[in-house]
Structures are given as C-alpha cells and as structure tokens.
C-alpha cells in the first residue's frame, strides 16, 4: 500500500474565504513526508540537521480540483521515484472522501552542504525511495484491477 498520511483541516490553513490557502497545501505535503521519512525509520532529527548533505526542493507546483474546507478529512498518498542519481521527486495526491481535491509535486536535489555542489543520493534515501516507489505502484495495480472488475 501506498504510504498515506491522515490530516484533519484546521482553521488555521484557511484563507479569508474559508478554504485551504494555497501556500498550505505544500507545508501538509512536507508534514506528509517528513512522516513517511520516520515511518521508515529515518531520524528526523540527524536528516534535517545533517552538516553534510541537504535535500532542497527545487521545483514545487500544486493543482486543484476541489476547495478544501476546514474540518475535512484528508488523505495524502506520496509517490517518491527517483529521477536520477542526485535527485528525486514526490508526487502527493490528496483526497477527501476518496475524491482527489489537489495533486502536488516537489522536486529535491541532494547537495553536499559544505561546497553546494550536487552528490549521488545516500543509501538510506535511495531505500526510502524504492520501499515506497515499489509500495505505491503495488497499490496503483491493485486499484486498477478493482476499477476494471
């Protein structure tokens, strides 16, 4: 199964008209990664303050479908794939009541922080990306075998 991460819309990611505020939408999607990172027993804590290596994103783009109201229940699937030695990509679907409200994608690089030069993904990352690159295309055909029956 894919990896999915539950978030309930609160008040505070709204806008004026009482929807999810666009800039939102990609700070629940790295909420959503950083869970995935830990659920495969990545430390939060040496990733994100590793002298060494950094993974910034470097291209992000949301769609929309659908408003997001506060109070919604979401559901966020990720898929990772790797896109070369040094980078990756995430796509997150998020949906509410299995209807798909928004679709978003970031982009990273890995880079040694030291120099600022890009460098081949570390092991732990590449097995990040294939458990859930090779979970998600597990459920990806499980779903359309459901949709052909």
């Excluded at 995935?36 to 994100?48: G, M, R, T, V, W």
């Excluded at 659908?66 to 229940?73: F, Q, S, T, V």
């Excluded at 880079?111 to 570390?122: A, F, G, M, N």
Aim: with cysteine.
């Amino acid at each position: 199964m894919a990896f999915a991460y539950y978030y309930t819309v609160r008040f505070q990611d709204t806008d004026a008209a009482g929807v999810v505020y666009f800039a939102n939408v990609l700070r629940i999607c790295h909420e959503a990664y950083e869970v995935s990172l830990a659920a495969s027993s990545i430390n939060l804590k040496s990733f994100f303050t590793n002298p060494s290596v950094a993974f910034p994103i470097v291209h992000a783009n949301v769609d929309f479908f659908r408003p997001m109201y506060c109070g919604d229940n979401l559901v966020i699937s990720l898929l990772p794939e790797k896109i070369g030695s040094d980078k990756f990509e995430i796509t997150y679907e998020m949906t509410v009541d299995e209807v798909i409200a928004a679709k978003a994608i970031t982009r990273h690089t890995c880079i040694d922080v030291s120099i600022r030069s890009r460098q081949e993904l570390p092991n732990y990352m590449n097995h990040w990306l294939e458990t859930n690159h090779r979970d998600a295309e597990g459920a990806e055909r499980r779903r359309s075998r459901e949709e052909v029956i």
